[in-house]
């Protein structure tokens, strides 16, 4: 497998824990945002969003958007699973990923801040309230569905982690990176400190990665 991403991508990082919870290996591109590496006509051929990550499988078939990658992993390689077997219990799991991955994370996107300051003139005090407010908004409500859960666990929906967790991680990572206070969802923070003392969570933090810049 051929994996495209990018250090400080939260949905690259997303994609490195899986691979490393199912001991998968893989070939790794750096595709560097900050120069626009994702323009480029040939990414632009295996990905026309020209977002990351991306994925080329060793058939060759090319797989974007970080979740289906997630679960075309787990349907392909499905120890350990990141997905309940329950319906129920599956469709909770989805919910709260999505709520990280479909309504958290693309108001953090670097084309949102760009087009934020280019097209509306945001400076840096503006796009900190912006992203204070969504990132705080997302973050608490997963909170609240960690609250709603029928007992209390160790990870997100269950004694080991999986897709919620693989998706909570990061966004806790930009956060921080952003300088956004979270302190006070007490669930999250719990569940990311155990995440964070795993082998397989610690080396996908972006610091570890061979494209780390600091």
């Not at 991955?101 to 693309?106: L, R």
């Not at 509306?120 to 005090?125: E, N, T, Y």
Request: proline share 6%.
């Amino acid at each position: 497998m051929k994996f495209y991403g990018y250090f400080r991508s939260s949905s690259s990082y997303r994609c490195r824990i899986a691979f490393n919870l199912k001991g998968l290996d893989y070939d790794f591109e750096s595709v560097h945002l900050k120069q626009g590496a994702q323009k480029s006509p040939e990414f632009g051929a295996i990905n026309p969003q020209r977002l990351l990550p991306a994925l080329i499988t060793d058939d060759g078939a090319e797989l974007t958007q970080s979740l289906a990658i997630l679960e075309w992993l787990d349907e392909t390689h499905p120890e350990p699973a990141l997905l309940p077997t329950d319906p129920l219990a599956r469709a909770r799991v989805r919910a709260f990923a999505q709520v990280i991955a479909c309504e958290i994370h693309p108001l953090q996107n670097l084309r949102v801040l760009k087009y934020l300051t280019d097209e509306f003139g945001a400076d840096a005090a503006a796009t900190t309230k912006w992203l204070t407010r969504w990132l705080t908004d997302g973050l608490e409500a997963c909170e609240a569905l960690l609250a709603k859960r029928d007992r209390e666990t160790a990870f997100c929906y269950g004694d080991t982690p999986g897709l919620a967790d693989v998706c909570l991680v990061p966004q806790v990572f930009s956060a921080t990176r952003f300088g956004v206070d979270i302190s006070h969802l007490k669930r999250i923070a719990s569940i990311h400190a155990r995440c964070e003392a795993l082998e397989a969570f610690a080396e996908a933090h972006p610091a570890r990665q061979p494209d780390f810049e600091p």
